[in-house]
């Protein structure tokens, strides 16, 4: 179960953002894994690795990106929030699938398609932009990402920048 990390003893946010990304990834893979045959009872796990996506996307985008420098990231921050804004029409489109099922859609292939995005996606962020993350929030900016971060909610209506 997705739940977002405790992040309260953690030492860097460039960890508790890589161990999401783990958990996030694993809850699909268990997804995929799943040989339940009630969909609701199978999907369950997933839509809340989705929920949790998004609210990971959104520390991201309004927390910890405004905040790094600006000059050597602009280009990097610049395909993360393009790769972030397809991430969201793709969940988009495994809500819908899921919410309304349609004869000759391929769920699991979805989650395959998704699951190849996030690891290209995180391949680039977890080196390029999370130690920043540690070295150049302040400690305002840091205590807010790890307040958000254990509170687990995505503000109702919000949507990524490039979705």
Not at 16 to 42: G, K
Not at 64 to 84: D, I, Q, S, T
Not at 106 to 116: K, V
Request: hydrophobic share 40%; proline share 7%.
């Amino acid at each position: 179960m997705v739940t977002g990390p405790d992040v309260s003893d953690e030492v860097s946010l460039a960890a508790a953002f890589t161990r999401e990304h783990h958990e996030i990834d694993t809850a699909i893979e268990d997804f995929l894994a799943s040989a339940e045959t009630d969909q609701v009872l199978r999907t369950a796990p997933l839509l809340r690795a989705v929920e949790a996506l998004r609210r990971h996307i959104y520390l991201e985008e309004e927390i910890v990106f405004p905040n790094l420098p600006p000059g050597p990231l602009r280009m990097p921050l610049m395909v993360m929030r393009r790769e972030h804004g397809e991430l969201w029409r793709r969940m988009d489109d495994l809500e819908r699938r899921v919410a309304a099922p349609a004869a000759g859609e391929d769920l699991d292939g979805a989650c395959r398609d998704l699951l190849a995005l996030l690891e290209t996606h995180n391949a680039k962020e977890e080196p390029i932009i999370y130690p920043h993350m540690d070295a150049d929030l302040d400690d305002d900016e840091r205590t807010r990402v790890r307040d958000l971060f254990e509170s687990g909610t995505l503000p109702a209506g919000w949507v990524c920048q490039d979705a």
